[in-house]
């Protein structure tokens, strides 16, 4: 077993600088410090296709995991797609404290489909000191589908939050991701009052970048940035990467050969009709395309979760019927 696996400074990510500077020398203090039981959760989790099974089933190949990290057996739950494997990954801490870190690797091999979700929100807890930190990486090798789903991430008063998430993409690989924030717990009238966010999107195919997105967010209340979060409390996010084309990234398609700029057009479409049908100070969206149009990236915010997660929903629905010629499950109900 590698140490590494378990030392907290291998788990943590790179913190920017302006956390660097917010924190100060107290970046570890806590009444718990980094590495201390339970404070340290690791996955490390690989799929791949068993092709004993003549719908080329998708099944767990490799593991590490330690508490509080779990995770549920495979599911197959949709009917389209019988091989395509469900899992749920879960903490027991209840969420997340000062100076946890929790670390997830997930691969999935060559031809493997695999959506990744877990069974709802995660808290995000207040921190008299210290930060809390989910670094997730995700590796998708050739052919391969990853569909990456968490719940919501929920800030409390004082929660101090660094999350990274990076993707390697293999030439052939498919990528549907989607992600929401909630900057308080609106129903005790908690609006950016949480002390630190950084949240960092890094998207990469055969080593060469296709996305770096990254915000960063330091002191009670500085959230209501017109160059931040602007006056939203919910921000979503959809990472939408089809198989690179023969013909390049401007030219490519997804297995049921649409071309990016299309669906970048069907997805605007969809945007337009959502936020057109809300209040116009409830909600809004935008899309853009990735380099080289390599892919697209969504982003959503509104002050009403359910409206903002509805509109995640519905965009990752369009990107699944385009690129894997069938609809989204319904994670909470089957």
């Keep these: 077993m590698s140490s590494a696996r378990l030392d907290p400074v291998a788990l943590t990510p790179p913190v920017p600088w302006e956390f660097a500077s917010f924190l100060g020398d107290a970046a570890t203090d806590g009444v718990q410090p980094v590495g201390r039981p339970g404070k340290v959760?690791?996955?490390d989790l690989t799929l791949g296709v068993d092709a004993a099974y003549e719908m080329q089933k998708t099944g767990v190949t490799s593991r590490y995991?330690?508490?509080p990290m779990q995770f549920t057996r495979p599911l197959y739950v949709d009917p389209a797609d019988p091989g395509e494997a469900f899992v749920y990954v879960r903490s027991t801490g209840g969420?997340?404290?000062?100076?946890?870190?929790?670390r997830q690797r997930i691969t999935l091999g060559d031809g493997a489909?695999?959506?990744?979700?877990?069974?709802a929100g995660t808290p995000v807890h207040r921190m008299n000191a210290g930060l809390a930190t989910q670094w997730i990486s995700l590796t998708v090798g050739e052919d391969a589908v990853c569909e990456y789903l968490p719940g919501q991430n929920t800030l409390f008063a004082g929660a101090r939050l660094l999350q990274v998430t990076d993707v390697s993409l293999a030439h052939s690989a498919?990528?549907?991701a989607a992600d929401v924030i909630l900057t308080g717990r609106l129903a005790r009238g908690e609006r950016d009052l949480f002390d630190a966010l950084g949240q960092c999107w890094r998207v990469e195919r055969g080593g060469r970048p296709l996305l770096s997105d990254s915000l960063c967010v330091v002191g009670a209340g500085a959230g209501r940035s017109e160059m931040l979060l602007s006056r939203w409390p919910v921000w979503g996010t959809?990472?939408?990467v089809p198989p690179a084309g023969a013909a390049g990234p401007t030219g490519s398609t997804g297995s049921a050969?649409?071309?990016?700029k299309e669906l970048l057009a069907s997805v605007r479409n969809l945007l337009v009709e959502r936020c057109a049908a809300s209040s116009p100070d409830d909600l809004t969206a935008a899309a853009s395309t990735m380099v080289n149009d390599a892919g697209i990236t969504v982003r959503v915010a509104g002050e009403d979760p359910v409206a903002v997660r509805a509109t995640v929903d519905a965009v990752h629905d369009q990107a699944r019927r385009a690129l894997l010629g069938r609809p989204a499950v319904d994670l909470r109900r089957m």
Excluded: C, E, F
Excluded at 113 to 119: D, G, I, N
Excluded at 257 to 260: E, L, M, N
């Design 41 to 43: 959760g690791v996955l």
């Design 65 to 67: 995991v330690k508490a």
């Design 95 to 102: 969420g997340l404290a000062q100076n946890d870190r929790i």
């Design 113 to 119: 489909r695999a959506t990744v979700t877990t069974p």
């Design 174 to 176: 498919t990528l549907l």
């Design 238 to 240: 959809v990472l939408i």
């Design 257 to 260: 050969g649409v071309s990016v």
